[in-house]
């Protein structure tokens, strides 16, 4: 070989070599740098429920005329709580109450059902407490908003979580009381109220 | 002249040496390529789940259909709810979907039986809106077939998806 050739072959693998290590050099520092990072990812916020509902489908408990001392009536309704939020539950009435509330004894339970009765049939009822006695006239004026609700929960429990259920009785019993002829309580209503603890 | 073609030669072989040197580096960076995992992409995760409300017990609570890998395999998942009317008055039931997400609106196929006839089919953005009524008596309970897949030519957009499904309730009563 030549000394030009040699010279060339020479040229040729210096520029090789040069360019090869210098793009070695900056791939390796490219694959090999020391690096680190750190993410906190996914983030987002949401905000849980408080809904309750019940079984009547817009139907009364009780509607009923010309009843004499002693009768009673007893009606069942079923409450169930659907939210997210851990929540209390209170009972309680706005109504105003005619002149017969105050001659009608009441008393609400709280408890289940074993079978599976329609609205606003008690079959199957099994008490787990009392949670009021006294006259409907007395339950409106003591019992007019949640702060005085009567507060129950299912079972033992200290709050209601989701899907839990509860039924509430109601008996109204006719005072035999005179002053109790001939009156009406007029149209009332029960409201639940859940707010989250 | 020689001058000449001698430099000539030396710009030649700085070329070559160049592309050489290139060419040399191309393949090293290429076999240092971190070839992608092999493997299928992932399918989809499905479940559908519902809750009481006041006027209907339901059955199971919570999640009643749900199924893992779901792909365009005309594979089928199954799953019953059985709801109770627990009033006392006659209902019609309308139920709709409420996804977590809305990647498979397009892509999953519901269809929801009852002893009554089809509720609804169609895909599940359809289901976003309430179906057709079903009608339950007082004290009753229906029992609900429903069926989720992904037809065979279903392009992708699922994979990896995690989708829940809240199935929600409205019963207004009807007649007596």
């Known amino acids: 070989m030549s000394d030009r050739k040699r010279k060339l072959l020479l040229t040729v693998l210096v520029v090789a070599m040069t360019v090869g290590v210098i793009g070695m050099l900056a791939g390796v520092g490219v694959f090999s740098a020391f690096s680190s990072t750190t993410s906190n990812d996914g983030n987002s916020f949401a905000t849980g429920t408080v809904t309750i509902g019940d079984n009547d489908a817009g139907s009364a408990m009780y509607s009923v005329s010309n009843k004499k001392p002693n009768d009673s009536v007893q009606a069942c309704i079923k409450l169930t709580y659907t939210g997210t939020l851990a929540a209390d539950v209170h009972l309680y009435t706005t109504s105003s109450i005619g002149a017969l509330g105050q001659y009608l004894d009441m008393t609400v339970e709280k408890g289940t059902f074993s079978g599976a009765p329609a609205f606003p049939s008690c079959t199957g009822f099994t008490s787990q407490a009392t949670v009021y006695t006294g006259t409907l006239a007395n339950f409106a004026s003591t019992r007019n908003s949640f702060a005085n609700g009567v507060a129950a929960f299912p079972a033992s429990q200290t709050q209601w979580n989701q899907n839990d259920t509860l039924v509430y009785r109601f008996t109204l019993t006719v005072q035999d009381n005179n002053n109790a002829s001939g009156q009406t309580t007029g149209s009332h209503s029960f409201t639940w109220e859940a707010q989250n603890q | ?176």
């Open chain 2, 1 to 176: 002249m020689g001058s000449q073609r001698r430099d000539r030669g030396t710009r030649i072989a700085r070329w070559v040496g160049l592309a050489v040197g290139l060419a040399v580096v191309m393949a090293a960076l290429h076999a240092w390529r971190v070839a992608p995992a092999p493997g299928p992409l992932m399918g989809a995760d499905v479940s559908f789940t519902a809750g009481p409300t006041g006027e209907l017990e339901v059955s199971p609570t919570g999640r009643f259909l749900s199924g893992t890998d779901l792909r365009p395999s005309g594979r089928v998942l199954m799953g019953t709810l059985a709801v109770r009317n627990q009033t006392g008055r006659r209902l019609a039931v309308q139920l709709r979907a409420l996804p977590n997400l809305d990647d498979l609106d397009g892509i999953l196929r519901v269809e929801i039986i009852s002893p009554q006839g089809v509720l609804f089919v169609g895909d599940l953005g359809t289901l976003r809106n309430w179906t057709s009524p079903l009608i339950v008596r007082r004290g009753q309970g229906e029992s609900l077939l429903f069926r989720a897949w992904m037809p065979t030519q279903t392009p992708g957009g699922y994979e990896g998806d995690d989708a829940s499904v809240a199935m929600e309730f409205l019963s207004k009563p009807v007649g007596g």
